[in-house]
Nanobody
Framework: QVQLVESGGGLVQAGGSLRLSCVTH????????TGWFRQAPGKEREFVAA????????IYADSVKGRFNISRDNTQNTVFLQMNSLKPEDTAVYYC??????????????WGQGTQVTVSS
């Protein structure tokens, strides 16, 4: 059974930075891309960023482009999301996601438990 475990969330002031980590526990037979999604209170879950298994391709939501950076270290089974110039509207629970997907920005079938990011103004 595959598990995704996120960490690195917390409370930060606007303009600050956080680095989220997503560790994969268990064995995945296929080399899936991995993405980050977020869900703010009262809103639907939305795509943030994704990266292919090789790391050669990354994509971002327009709202985070230029501020967030996704990367991965397959030797550590870890995907990172570096978040800079954070804004109050970035406040949400951030979820790591992998598994079979139709496109890189679409959600796969495996989710982490989420980590809270709160940005104060």
């Amino acid at each position: 059974q595959v598990q995704l475990v996120e960490s690195g969330g917390g409370l930060v002031q606007a303009g600050g930075s956080l680095r989220l980590s997503c560790v994969t526990h268990g064995h995945i037979l296929s080399r899936y891309g991995t993405g980050w999604f977020r869900q703010a209170p009262g809103k639907e879950r939305e795509f943030v960023a994704a990266i292919t298994w090789s790391g050669s391709t990354t994509i971002y939501a327009d709202s985070v482009k230029g501020r967030f950076n996704i990367s991965r270290d397959n030797t550590q089974n870890t995907v990172f999301l570096q978040m800079n110039s954070l804004k109050p509207e970035d406040t949400a629970v951030y979820y790591c996601n992998t598994g079979s997907r139709t496109t890189l920005s679409a959600p796969g079938n495996i989710w982490g438990q989420g980590t809270q990011v709160t940005v104060s103004s």
